[in-house]
């Protein structure tokens, strides 16, 4: 099991990093949050949970043990693979995560793509015992941190510069993602990210 890397970012996409360690280039998978905080030159330390099949081994990576962590419970539901587990903490953050299987917020669950009504609530049923502590003190935000709304648009553009676009191109997706909520609900940080990464994408 590789419980943790620590080296060099070699490079960012949007969906995973290598990170050199030992002359060796690691793939890591991680969530868009994670991959917002990484710079290519930089060393950096990530929790890991290795994957193992017999066609594969896939290593997923994150900014904290605490978020490895509940990747692995959340797997130990039934029907929760790792991608599945990925994409919970992709959307939420783990605070959020516990808060709602603890008070069986279905809702806040049911926002990640891929869970269902009857995902979620054999989520709760499953892990609500498992779940261990839950944060009660101060209001977090859809990420887990408490981050003001405010602050998303700085953290999207350094996540973008991050992952190789330019700060011109970072500023114009960001003000089209601020354009796009128009006054309405601030979504968490990393799906902002995505649907900045998104119209990117279509721009090139």
Not at 157 to 176: D, M, P, Y
């Amino acid at each position: 099991m590789i419980a943790s890397v620590r080296g060099l970012v070699a490079a960012v996409s949007a969906d995973r990093a290598v990170v050199e360690v030992g002359g060796v280039g690691l793939s890591v998978h991680c969530t868009p949050g994670t991959l917002a905080a990484l710079r290519v030159g930089e060393q950096i330390r990530l929790a890991t949970s290795l994957i193992v099949r017999e066609d594969s081994l896939t290593l997923y990576g994150f900014a904290d043990d605490d978020e490895k962590h509940l990747f692995e419970l959340l797997q130990t539901a039934s029907g929760v693979g790792p991608r599945l587990a990925q994409a919970v903490l992709a959307v939420h953050g783990p605070d959020t995560v516990r808060k709602a299987i603890a008070n069986a917020e279905i809702t806040t669950l049911t926002r990640v793509p891929g869970i269902g009504k009857k995902g979620a609530e054999r989520l709760v049923l499953e892990l609500r015992d498992k779940i261990g502590p839950v944060a009660l003190t101060g209001p977090v935000d859809g990420t887990g941190s408490r981050a003001g709304a405010n602050a998303w648009p700085e953290q999207v553009r350094q996540g973008l510069i991050g992952l190789g676009w330019t700060a011109s191109q970072a500023e114009q997706a960001v003000a089209a993602v601020a354009e796009s909520i128009d006054g309405g609900e601030v979504p968490p940080v990393q799906i902002l990210l995505r649907q900045a990464i998104r119209l990117l994408g279509r721009a090139r």
